[in-house]
Nanobody, 127 residues
């Protein structure tokens, strides 16, 4: 049984930082591209970032470029998202997802292409 579990969310002031983690079990983590998505109330789920199975091909949505960094530790089956200079508009539920491809590719932001999802961790940024 595949499990995907996010952690690290919380309440932070604008300009602050958070580090999200995502641990997996039941899948060959090193064979999956991994993504972070987020969904704010009343909005559609959007792709935030993706990283290839070999820690390559990192992708970011424009609004987080230069502020967020995605990384992974295949030995620990863990994905990370370092979020710096947070803004109130970053407030959302953040989800980790696994995709059965090696690279993220140009359509990395399509949530339907991901095979496994976590339950999410809430990030709230106060102004």
């Amino acid at each position: 049984q595949v499990q995907v579990v996010e952690s690290g969310g919380g309440l932070v002031q604008a300009g602050g930082s958070l580090r999200l983690s995502c641990t997996t079990s039941g899948l060959r983590f090193g064979s999956y591209a991994m993504g972070w998505f987020r969904q704010a109330p009343g909005k559609e789920r959007e792709g935030v970032s993706c990283i290839g199975s070999s820690r390559d091909d990192p992708r970011y949505t424009d609004s987080v470029k230069g502020r967020f960094t995605i990384s992974r530790d295949n030995a620990k089956n863990t994905l990370y998202l370092q979020m710096n200079r947070l803004k109130p508009e970053d407030t959302a539920m953040y989800y980790c997802a696994a995709r059965s491809t090696e690279l993220c590719g140009s359509i990395w932001g399509l949530s339907g292409d991901y095979n496994y999802w976590g339950q999410g961790t809430q990030v709230t940024v106060s102004s």
